[in-house]
Nanobody
Framework: QVQLVESGGGLVQAGGSLRPSCAAS????????MAWYRQAPGKERELVAR???????YYADSVKGRFTISRDNAKNTLYLQMNSLKPEDTAVYYC????????????WGQGTQVTVSS
């Protein structure tokens, strides 16, 4: 069965860096577009970044220039390098597989908490 397991969140001071990862299993990882979403308390879940099967990327304006999404198909792992973190980046970060047919997320990980202190 499809599994997405995030790790690498934590507590960091403003201006610091974190690199969450998402280990995928149960499907052919290299064939799928993948994405990172986040949800802050009291807010809706929002798209942070996505990466296609061919490696092309998209970033939300709020993280452009600070975050980098990448993938290692040999390790079936998705990454999110987060630099210059701000308190407003505090959220639970989720990785998601995007459906080949609809482009919408069809599987989610359990999430990893990222907290940025000021």
């Amino acid at each position: 069965q499809v599994q997405l397991v995030e790790s690498g969140g934590g507590l960091v001071q403003a201006g610091g860096s974190l690199r969450p990862s998402c280990a995928a299993s149960g499907f052919t990882f290299s064939m799928y577009n993948m994405a990172w979403y986040r949800q802050a308390p009291g807010k809706e879940r929002e798209l942070v970044a996505r990466i296609s099967s061919d490696g092309s990327t998209y970033y939300a304006d709020s993280v452009k220039g600070r975050f980098t999404i990448s993938r290692d198909n040999a390790k079936n792992t998705l990454y999110l390098q987060m630099n210059s973190l701000k308190p407003e980046d505090t959220a639970v970060y989720y990785c998601a597989r995007r459906s080949i047919y609809t482009g919408r997320p069809d599987y989610w990980g359990q999430g990893t908490q990222v907290t940025v202190s000021s």
